[in-house]
């Protein structure tokens, strides 16, 4: 199913196929049968390339998760590990091995794969373990980009962000950067360069390394992408923390979107058939794939949730005047021509129905009292009110122990708003959260500092009011329905990043040097020379097309609006995505906490 | 085993909207059918074939050959590889042919809205043209890698080696002069996993001291090797390095984390008592303190409240079994089992609730909401009241709540209050406009009426007579206020 890869301005197929190809090969290595052991994470990453089917031809008997003890009886002759290079999921591997019968007949072969990098920090622990000789192949599969749709490649690097920024660990980067090199190899030279922040600083250098190290990079193809735009995450730390209010956005939030596959409670989903008085109510939660390739989603997903319910009505009703017209068939020609549309009718519905359930489980959510308190409360820090003094809000929530990740959220949202706390508002947050939840979340409090997501004021300056004036980040009048401004995908709030994009396609940054200045690390142009030849000549009225590259993470509702620029009539440039991980305000401070029980294993 | 299957068959064949993929080729008729065709023209032909395209792709050719075959002539050794037909040799042209051949070929048509083939099929053609196969390998293989093979690498070299994944031999840097270029050429690769390769060799080759010293000017080698230090637990060298670099709030937080392995209370308390004297910040240092105290407090606690339990002699213990041991729970979870077990005790007592509350300077609002919560569970409505109520200096009584009335309200609905008591609270909650909701939730008909009559609100009291039971005091009681002349209605 990768349909819906090539369905945007760039054929993303082409990346998906190459990734299937580096596969093969691997598979193709360990001759004869095979059982493949899943480092669990790495399962829905890999199902965005390849099916059960591709493995299955090439050999691949049985598939089993990674986990301590002995190793199931599959009568195959190659084990094969696809593992994330973690030295905990070495001792994992260690013990299957040590634990293989040595008698048994005849005897498995081992292998590991190492996604999405061989490790030597790896080998030399497997080798002290002294289990490295009992594996034949030992290699590592560069699943740098992985196509999500038409438009969104992510490298699904969970800790990317935690890594830069806690831990000053930048293979994620030298890994993006990887990524953008196969991409311009085979979607040609990316003439134009921007970037902002540290972090795109380095990948843009380590890029024109490369380049420089590799002369046989010098490509030509006929470049597809015109600008590549690098933006670190922590330039607008602001973003992910607000509620996401698209419709993709706020199911992400709620359930959490997986390598673009959502599991819903089942109950809205009980198939209604006749005389199954509701027997059998369905207990596993319901598994939905999303992505572009469902057109009612695609149409729907980038909306304002308040802009949801009417299209899907208005759907409905398009639905049952379809199947209606059954009644108005009376040739045998009409009557072929009805049921020949059935399938895709009965899709539609299907789809419909879907969406219908998914939307009222949201709207359960998003009418609750304690979801539109929290939102008050979050649009009023973006707005700029009240963010120097302890809020009540965030006081009873942490009374009445909800979910520490919410305080967390809110808290570092006030902060960043306020670009820092004052010393005594945010010793007194600490102080609570820490009675509350317990002292040794000072571990987590600790790296949210250093991230710069909570910290105390320094200098006694708030820079946020002039950035948000200057780049419009607030907007009194958004329109939900029929939005004419990116602020609508945050009711109000425009995303900072995508602000920027939008000021760099058009005028320009040079109008608003004075804000990029107050934000984190440098910005900055580079140019890629092109071979003659290659050099585009526009066609009028043809966009350019960008390549928005958020290192450390972005949301939906950030796609949702550079999307929503790509599609502006006037707007002239396409966007295309590409990230280290799809994240939420939830999962990205996660990432950031401390893990506080040992590993079990 | 089957559930393993099960989940891999969910997992690799839950796509949901195979009906969306209009693959059944007869029925040209529909419009519908051949819009949708239009739309998805790539669908038929690239999608979920896999068969079909890896045939197409694939005949005639050995699979997997290629790039391998490339990959392995490139680097220059063949002889390392097991079990490979010398046939598959055959893509081992010259490597600087390719670019020659990849530009023969028309790699536009890779991308849609470029096609200069009118056939979609030129899709799986263009991925499998040797122009293209050949090209990505190319990125990963540049000539430098294969020209000169021989053991005698530069520094350089040897870190783009290690960046393709080869294993290689670090001894010949001897000299601290060449181990040092070698780690400068692996932080300028900015590639983790060769960095930390160099430092496990340093750290392994190299005096400690050196090592430090030469590190704090390698700010991002440092960071690396902090972090492979915490992530394989050498925790005593981890230590002496921060010490060495005078990082010593990190050093402080970094020993704090230990106590997260300590599964056994009594050793878990010895080390935090350790933690103390840390040079922690100085608001850090007061909640590492309190950690401490806390611990200890639970232990008392916990081994008292479980003979206490075990005995069998206490009602409460009885009639609320523990459900969980209080160790290690944070501090506001303890306030709460003191309040519900150990309400009553003297102050001296360590499990009493003013102890805790002056122990570790509770602010008083979250005191009131604690006990308010264990309190109201126990249904002990003489303890609410009491823990409302203060005496001003004339002796006179009043009601107060540092939280605010609505949210006692809230707590004592929750815990199943009778109207009686939830009235008197409701009543005294001060914004009208809260007052009256809260009343008309919760049914507390009383404080609905003379919130109305108090607001001269003739209309409203009116339509809520519809409201209250017929026959009722309540309405009674409306009526009598409806009828009452002195009342000077607003409406």
Not at chain 1, 361 to 387: A, P, R, W
Not at chain 1, 483 to 488: A, G, T, V
Not at chain 2, 26 to 48: F, G, M, W
Not at chain 2, 329 to 338: A, D, E, H, K, R
């Amino acid at each position: 199913m990768a349909a819906h890869l090539s369905s945007g301005r760039v054929n993303l197929t082409a990346l998906r196929e190459a990734g299937r190809r580096e596969l093969r090969e691997f598979l193709d290595k360990c001759a004869g049968s095979k059982a493949i052991v899943w480092d669990e994470y790495l399962t829905g990453p890999f199902g965005l390339i390849a099916q059960y089917s591709l493995l299955k031809e090439h050999e691949v008997e049985k598939m089993f998760t990674l986990k301590p003890g002995r190793l199931p009886p599959a009568d195959v002759k190659n084990i094969i590990f696809f593992v994330r290079p973690k030295l905990e999921l070495m001792d994992i591997i260690t013990d299957n091995v040590l634990r293989e019968d040595r008698g048994r007949s005849p005897q498995r072969d081992f292998h590991i794969l190492f996604v999405p990098r061989r490790s030597l920090l790896c080998e030399q622990w497997l080798k002290e373990q002294g289990v490295l000789g009992s594996f034949i192949h030992r290699e590592q599969y560069s699943l740098d980009l992985i196509p999500f749709d038409g438009d969104l490649l992510s490298m699904e690097s969970e800790g990317a962000f935690k890594e830069c920024y806690l831990e000053s660990d930048q293979t994620s980067l030298y890994h993006a950067a990887k990524g953008l090199m196969t991409l311009q190899a085979l979607y040609g030279t990316i003439p134009q360069i921007f970037g902002k922040g540290d972090c795109a600083r380095h990948v843009a250098n380590m890029m024109i390394r490369m380049k420089r190290e590799f002369p046989g990079s010098q490509n030509s193809i006929f470049p597809v992408f015109d600008t590549l735009l690098l933006l670190d995450r922590n330039v607008d730390l602001l973003t992910p923390l607000a509620t996401q209010l698209t419709y993709e956005g706020l199911i992400d939030e709620i359930y959490g979107i997986q390598n673009t596959y959502v599991k819903l409670p089942p109950e809205k989903f009980a198939p209604k058939k006749q005389g199954e008085g509701g027997k059998d109510l369905p207990t596993e939660p319901k598994k939905l794939q999303l992505n572009s390739a469902e057109e009612l989603y695609a149409e729907i997903r980038d909306k304002n949730f308040n802009a949801v319910g009417s299209v899907l009505s208005k759907k409905a009703k398009i639905i049952s005047a379809a199947f209606e017209e059954r009644h108005h068939a009376k040739t045998v020609g009409e009557i072929k021509q009805f049921v020949s549309q059935l399938p895709h009718m009965q899709a539609a519905r299907s789809s419909l129905a879907n969406h219908t359930s998914i939307a009222e489980l949201i709207k359960d959510i998003t009418t609750s009292e304690d979801f539109f308190d929290n939102l008050t409360v979050e649009q009023e820090f973006m707005s700029g009110i009240d963010t120097d003094k302890v809020n009540n809000y965030i006081e009873d929530c942490i009374a009445q122990k909800h979910p520490l990740i919410k305080i967390l959220r809110l808290v570092c949202l006030q902060s960043v708003c306020n670009s820092g706390l004052k010393q005594k508002v945010l010793d007194h947050y600490k102080r609570e959260i820490l009675q509350t939840y317990g002292y040794e979340h000072i571990l987590t409090l600790n790296n949210l500092e250093k991230a710069g997501l909570l910290k105390p004021q320094t200098g006694g300056r708030n820079n946020y009011p002039t950035i948000r004036k200057t780049l419009r980040l607030w907007m009194d009048d958004v329109n939900e329905q029929n939005p004419n401004d990116i602020s609508y995908v945050y009711s109000g709030y425009a995303p900072l990043s995508v602000r920027l994009a939008q000021l760099l396609a058009r005028p320009g940054w040079r109008s608003i040097e004075e804000v990029l200045k107050m934000l984190p690390g440098p910005h900055f142009e580079e140019r890629q020379q092109l071979p003659t030849g290659l050099q585009k000549k526009r066609q009028q009225g043809e966009n350019r097309v960008t390549l928005v590259f958020f290192l450390g993470g972005v949301t939906y509702a950030e796609i949702a609006a550079l999307r929503f620029l790509s599609q502006m009539e006037d707007g002239g440039t396409e966007y295309i995505i590409a990230t280290t991980k799809l994240i939420n305000g939830t999962t990205w401070i996660k990432s950031l906490m401390e893990k506080l029980e040992p590993a079990p294993f | 085993m089957s559930r393993v299957r099960a989940d891999e068959e969910e997992y690799w064949h839950s796509s949901k909207f195979r009906a969306f993929t209009f693959d059944d080729e007869d029925d040209e008729l529909s419009q519908l059918k051949e819009s949708k065709r239009a739309v998805n023209s790539l669908r038929d032909i690239v999608d979920d074939d896999d068969d079909d395209l890896e045939r197409v792709s694939w005949s005639g050719e050995p699979v997997g050959s290629i790039s391998w075959s490339i990959k392995e002539t490139a680097s220059g050794s063949t002889s390392s590889l097991d079990g490979r037909d010398s046939s598959l040799q055959k893509g081992s042209s010259s490597y600087a042919a390719l670019p020659k051949q990849a530009s023969s070929y028309s790699l536009s048509s890779l991308f849609k809205g470029r096609n200069k083939l009118s056939s979609f099929q030129s899709l799986s053609d263009a991925l499998t043209d040797t122009g293209v196969k050949n090209y990505a390998p190319e990125l990963r293989r540049p000539k430098a890698e294969y020209k000169d093979y021989s053991s005698d690498w530069s520094p350089k070299d040897t870190v783009r080696r290690m960046q393709r994944g080869k294993v290689c031999s670090l001894e010949r840097f001897r000299s601290l002069q060449d181990k040092l270029v070698l780690l400068d050429e692996a932080v300028a690769g900015h590639d983790g996993n060769v960095i930390t390769a160099v430092l496990i060799f340093l750290k392994r080759t190299l005096r400690r001291e050196i090592l430090f010293r030469e590190l704090e000017v390698r700010q991002v080698a440092l960071c690396h090797l902090i972090h492979f230090l915490r992530e394989t637990g050498e925790q005593k060298f981890l230590l002496d390095l921060l010490r060495f670099l005078d990082r010593t709030e990190e050093v402080a937080l970094s020993q704090y984390r230990e106590h997260l392995n300590i599964q056994d209370v009594e050793k878990r308390r010895e080390f935090l008592k350790g933690c103390i004297g840390l040079p922690f910040s100085a608001e850090d240092t007061s909640h590492i303190q309190d950690h401490y105290t806390l611990l200890e407090r639970q232990i008392i606690i916990e081994a008292n409240d479980r003979h206490l339990e075990m005995a069998g002699q206490s009602e409460l213990f009885r009639k609320y079994p523990r459900k969980a041991s209080i160790l290690n729970m944070p501090l506001v979870t303890t306030l709460f089992y003191s309040c519900f077990y150990h309400y009553t005790e003297a102050e001296g007592m360590f499990s009493s609730p003013t102890n805790l509350k002056k122990t570790f300077k509770i602010p008083d609002k979250q005191y009131v909401l604690t006990a308010l919560a264990a309190r109201a569970k126990l249904r002990a409505w003489g303890d609410v009241d009491a823990l409302l109520t203060t005496k001003n200096w004339l002796g006179y009584t009043k009601k107060k709540a540092p939280i605010g009335f609505h949210r006692v309200v809230e707590i004592l609905q929750r815990n199943n209050a009778p109207v009686q008591v939830l009235q008197e609270y409701v009543r005294l909650v001060e914004d009208v406009e809260t007052r009256l909701n809260l009343a008309t939730k919760y049914k507390c008909h009383d404080v609905v009426i003379e919130t109305y009559r108090d607001l001269k609100d003739r209309v409203q009291l009116t339509a809520y007579k519809s409201k209250v039971e017929r026959g009722s005091v309540e309405e009674e009681k409306i009526q009598s206020i409806l009828s009452n002349v002195q009342i000077r209605w607003k409406n």
